[in-house]
């Protein structure tokens, strides 16, 4: 069996992308992605799983004429973003007979998106099944994994799921398999955190129903394939639950010292008292890398110096960030400093509406940190110590 198959009848068809290095203008790809695709093949039909961005479509075409198919009857699509959708016309053309399955709103998104005719649509209900012959797949409805209209496929026999974002990462690997797990493990958390955390508990309950069924194998439509289920699903219940770590998160910036010797300080402080800490220049920071600490942990520390009458334009965007990803985080303060006056804490105070994390009083310093401001960080670290120490 060649290495680019899940089983004898089951190919990967998709495409990787090497030097892809940002996702959606936002995200970092720091080791690029995949767009993965999958073709099964039925003893009486020829169904296609989703496709693969438009600037890759050569390579699934590729892909799919070293398999020298008939036909293609079925694109079975799972999500309408383009990084899956977005060769369905050019596979349209290539394969005319081919008809997409998917649900109604899907149906609607890719109507509107990559303006398919109506004649060309299945649309298929929760829980449906549709037979390939000697092969069954379940559709199973998995919204906001991380859009709408998300779904999954369920190949029963083999108990394969097909997850679509669902359980994915961005990892360019020549391997179809995961193969490295701490890798994977990774990468899985960076994509959980940036693109599944603001739905975390749609998710949870979404994976309530991928655990009511007997998989065995989880092939997501971005980074390598899950021969070991167990290990993606338990880092899901992981990430999912309500649980917090021991755990500090700064984002900061310094533009004249002041606000870092706060922050090295702080950072001494909790470290002393057993807590661990993340700091985030801003200035350097892979966003992602911030993300992926929000996942856990249970405070969050702003650090900023004013500018203008606010929070650096910099700090301000992290903290967007943040309120838009949704942490489970338990505890948020700020510490900085301000020249002649200004309104920082009310601006990023105003920034969190989506947080419910409690707000520990802020400190902020006139100029450089005196005596008074180091005692109020002792305070805050205390404080946080005491907190942590009730975390359930």
């Known amino acids: 069996m060649s290495s680019q198959q899940l089983t004898s009848d089951i190919f990967y068809v998709g495409a990787r992308d090497w030097d892809r290095r940002l996702f959606d203008e936002l ?8 767009y993965n695709a999958y073709l099964i093949k039925g003893s009486e039909k020829i169904a296609l799983l989703d496709t693969v961005d438009p600037a890759k479509e050569q390579v699934l075409f590729s892909n799919l004429e070293k398999l020298n198919l008939p036909r293609i009857d079925y694109v079975i699509s799972h999500h309408a973003e383009q990084d899956h959708s977005g060769a369905i016309p050019a596979v349209l053309k290539k394969y005319p007979m081919a008809n997409i399955v998917t649900n109604p709103k899907c149906r609607m998104f890719l109507s509107e998106h990559l303006l398919i005719p109506d004649e060309k649509f ?28 998300t779904m999954s496929t369920f ?35 960076r994509y959980f955190a940036e693109i599944m955390m603001p739905f975390r508990p749609i998710v949870r309950q979404n994976l309530e129903k991928v655990k009511s069924l007997d998989v065995k194998m989880i092939a997501p439509s971005h980074g390598p394939v899950h021969r070991d289920p167990n ?15 021991n ?32 700091p985030f220049n801003l200035s350097k920071t892979d966003i992602g890398e911030l993300a992926m600490a929000l996942v856990d942990a249970a405070t969050v520390v702003i650090g900023s110096p004013t500018v203008i009458l606010g929070a650096h334009p910099v700090v301000a965007h992290a903290v967007f960030l ?3 990803l949704r942490p489970k985080t338990r505890y948020i303060s700020i510490i900085g400093s301000y020249g002649w006056g200004g ?19 802020p400190v902020i310093a006139k100029g450089y940190p005196k005596d008074a401001d180091f ?15 009730h975390l359930s």
């Open 27 to 34: 995200i970092p790809l720091p080791d690029g992605t995949t």
């Open 122 to 149: 299945i649309v298929i209900k929760d829980r449906e099944t549709l037979s390939l012959g000697n092969k069954t797949l379940q559709f199973i409805f998995t919204p906001w994994v991380h859009w709408p209209e």
């Open 155 to 189: 190949f029963i026999e083999d108990g394969i799921l097909f997850s679509c974002d669902f359980f994915g990462s961005h990892l360019s690997t020549s391997e179809v398999f995961s193969a490295d797990s701490a890798k994977v493990y990774s990468s899985a958390k």
């Open 231 to 245: 290990f993606i699903i338990s880092a899901y219940e992981d990430w999912t639950s309500d649980r917090v770590k």
């Open 247 to 278: 755990e500090v998160v700064i984002p900061y910036v310094s533009m004249h010292g002041s606000t870092e010797t706060m922050v090295n300080y702080f950072v001494d402080l909790l470290t002393e008292r057993g807590v661990t800490v993340l």
């Open 322 to 324: 943040t309120n838009f």
């Open 343 to 361: 309104k920082m804490i009310e601006q990023l105070s105003g920034m969190i509406g989506n947080l419910t994390a409690e707000i520990l009083p």
């Open 375 to 389: 005692q109020a960080l002792v305070g805050l670290a205390d404080r946080i110590l005491e907190k942590h120490q």
